[in-house]
């Protein structure tokens, strides 16, 4: 069975790369996103060769073989599953589940994880609007079509929230004291109003939103 380490790094590097199109993942940014020393990851990333997970090129950056890719997935599935099962059954709020689930992930069977899928009907999405992999390990590559952030919304333009980017605890309480929690349905008022600002209308309530706070949120047509 992989190790906790090995499954945070194949996990962290899919995040990473996933996120900027499928380019390689560099140390820089696998050391900050752990948290450790860019010697640390490059130890690491040694290990991951040898066991065939990933392919490191010094000064190109490292990439998941097709082994690394299906376990990082596996990961990505169980975390998200864990997420939307303690919100939906524990009543847990969506800036409480992450670091739980960060505890849990590691230590759950697939069988658990298969009984918790169909116990939630099979969800596509977990409480941030990030896309659950299948069992077989498969992203849902179409999840993002369609959407765009929210500062590139123009002036009238109706948007759902379908996905948050930032999922820090700070960050989602602040979108939860603002009224903005997944599936929210507004409008954009003015984009930007001259000082960094954007304005929605969020049923009756007007709220001033930060340029870079919007580009975190992922919206659809309402």
């Known amino acids: 069975m992989p190790s906790l380490t090995v499954e945070n790094y194949v996990k962290t590097i899919e995040q990473i790369t996933g996120g900027q ?8 940014q696998i050391a900050a ?29 490292v990439a998941l073989t097709r082994a690394g890719r299906m376990l990082a997935l596996r990961v990505i599935r169980r975390h998200r599953l864990i997420e939307l099962f ?27 994880v298969e009984r918790i899928d169909a116990f939630l ?37 109706a948007f759902r929230l379908a996905r948050v980017l930032d999922q820090s605890s700070d960050f989602l309480r602040y ?12 409008t954009v008022e003015s984009n930007p109003d001259g000082a960094g600002l954007m304005r929605i209308r969020v049923g009756r309530s007007g709220l001033a939103l930060a ?3 919007a580009d975190k949120l992922l919206v659809a047509e309402a």
């Open 175 to 186: 979108l939860t004291d603002c009224g903005l929690v997944l599936g929210t349905v507004g």
């Open 86 to 112: 303690l919100l939906k059954t524990l009543d847990m709020s969506w800036d409480e589940v992450h670091d739980e689930a960060e505890h849990m992930e590691h230590a759950v069977s697939d069988l658990l």
């Open 121 to 157: 009907g099979r969800p596509e999405v977990d409480p941030h609007g990030d896309p659950i992999p299948r069992a077989d390990a498969v992203a849902i590559a179409a999840h993002e079509a369609g959407m765009r952030s929210l500062a590139s919304c123009g002036e009238g333009d």
């Open 33 to 61: 996103a752990l948290g450790v020393s860019p010697g640390t990851v490059t130890s690491m990333l040694k290990t991951l060769d040898a066991a065939r997970l990933a392919t490191h090129r010094p000064y190109e950056g």
């Open 211 to 213: 340029l870079d706070a």
């Open 21 to 28: 199109g499928g380019r390689p993942a560099t140390t820089g």
